[in-house]
């Protein structure tokens, strides 16, 4: 699946789980829990967007840059209080196929020999 759609669906887990009365700047517990939950809450989608038909309607190198755009300009932008929500977020949306494909991408482009080992996260 594209990288633009999983950060996209990465906001969506950041709106559908920060509840801006609870999460204050005062309260990190509530913080970091809300976390955790939009970490597991990002990969959980992830899988779902990868189990679905799709296309890729963007060439994959572009994907990554403007992916990798979303991801800087989302945490930038962030409130403080909100910057770990939103980086847990971000990370779990592309953490699977980081774990998955990154070795596979690096030999390829890097010439390295990094063995490839059996999907974790079947469907990335
Ligand atoms: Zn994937």
Not at 20 to 38: E, F, G, H, L, M
Not at 58 to 70: E, N, Q, R
Not at 77 to 101: E, H, S, W
């Amino acid at each position: 699946m594209n990288v633009i759609f999983h950060t996209v669906s990465a906001i969506g887990v950041v709106a559908m789980v920060t509840d801006t009365s609870i999460v204050k700047p005062d309260n990190y517990r509530a913080v970091t829990t809300v976390a955790t939950i939009a970490l597991f809450a990002a990969v959980f989608f992830h899988g779902v967007l990868d189990y679905m038909p799709h296309c890729y309607p963007v060439h994959s190198k572009w994907d990554v840059v403007i992916g990798l755009c979303i991801i800087a300009t989302g945490t930038i932008l962030v409130r403080k209080t909100y910057r770990l929500i939103v980086v847990a977020a971000f990370a779990g949306c592309i953490l699977p196929d980081i774990i998955d494909l990154l070795p596979a991408i690096s030999n390829k482009y890097m010439g390295w020999e990094i063995p490839i080992m059996q999907p974790i996260f079947p469907g990335t």
